[in-house]
């Protein structure tokens, strides 16, 4: 988790993967703004290390991603209101995966209205919801 445990280039350059989990994307602020940890991710997918994120730190993979404080869940209000388009608030991300706003565990966590939210505020960026349970696999290209 960003924070906890440092994510340095040094690190990442002898590691054989790279796992980053991240909490709520309302506190990863801190974590897009850091320049090194920044870094040390774009190196990391530029090698053939296997580069995993979950929740938040997916989120921020992107270009950019919502920033509104987790929902409360199991609530049929939040529900219903997961399907609004409005009230989305939407920050850089890292960029790693360009062209894209990510975001993680649409259905358990009611983020419903996060993808639609910067889909509608963003719409030149594809913006894509990663359920539970799954996966992206993406490879960077390398250019010479």
């Given at each position: 988790m960003q924070g906890e445990d440092e994510i340095t280039a040094s690190s990442v350059a002898?590691?054989?993967?790279?796992?980053?989990?991240?909490?709520?994307?309302?506190?990863?602020?801190?974590a897009v703004q850091d320049q090194a940890f920044a870094q040390a991710l774009e190196r990391a997918v530029h090698r053939p290390t296997p580069v995993m994120t979950d929740g938040a730190a997916t989120a921020i993979m992107g270009e950019s991603y919502v920033t509104n404080p987790d929902p409360v869940t199991g609530v049929s209000a939040a529900a219903i209101a997961a399907f609004?388009?409005?009230?989305?608030?939407?920050?850089?991300?890292?960029?790693?995966?360009?062209?894209?706003?990510?975001?993680?565990?649409?259905?358990?966590?009611?983020?419903?209205?996060?993808?639609?939210?910067?889909?509608?505020?963003?719409?030149?960026?594809?913006?894509?919801?990663?359920?539970?349970?799954?996966?992206?696999?993406?490879?960077?290209?390398?250019?010479?």
């Open positions: 002898r590691a054989a993967g790279v796992l980053v989990i991240g909490g709520d994307q309302a506190l990863m602020g801190d609004r388009a409005d009230g989305t608030l939407l920050a850089d991300g890292l960029g790693i995966v360009d062209g894209f706003t990510l975001e993680p565990t649409l259905t358990y966590d009611y983020r419903w209205r996060r993808l639609y939210g910067a889909a509608y505020d963003n719409p030149e960026l594809v913006s894509l919801g990663i359920s539970e349970l799954t996966a992206l696999r993406w490879i960077a290209r390398v250019v010479r």
